[in-house]
């Protein structure tokens, strides 16, 4: 299993960005698709994770500023982020979890810097 992702960069604060993951080769749904992000010198956090029926759940740093949403059939999860702050900086992963196998998948990080 491949998770891909693309979109992240350079943006000052209150800019947007949008982060794109494609997950390939499971012979299995994905049931959880989402994305977690590491700031330097801290643990990974969860960001934003969304069900194969659409539930979502969001970190509360990023309620009501980051949106998250998955196209089932392309197994595609986007992650779109509005107002971005300088604390949002950080390396964001791609997700995914297969309830059949329990297993979790991870992508290359995507490198995500706000500047104030």
């Known amino acids: 299993v491949q998770l891909q992702a693309s979109g992240g960069g350079l943006v000052q604060a209150g800019g947007s960005l949008r982060l794109s993951c494609e997950a390939s080769g499971s012979l299995f749904s994905f049931t959880d698709m989402g994305w977690y992000r590491q700031a330097p010198g801290k643990e990974r956090e969860l960001v934003a994770l969304?069900?194969?029926?659409?539930?979502?759940n969001y970190t509360d740093s990023v309620k009501g500023r980051f949106t998250v949403s998955r196209d089932n059939g392309k197994n595609i999860v986007d992650l779109q982020m509005d107002n971005l702050r300088p604390e949002d900086t950080a390396v964001y992963y791609c997700?995914?979890?297969?309830?059949?196998?329990?297993?979790?998948?991870w992508g290359k990080g995507t490198l995500v810097t706000v500047s104030s």
């Open positions: 997700y995914a979890y297969v309830l059949w196998t329990r297993i979790d998948y």
């Open positions: 969304i069900s194969m029926g659409d539930s979502t």
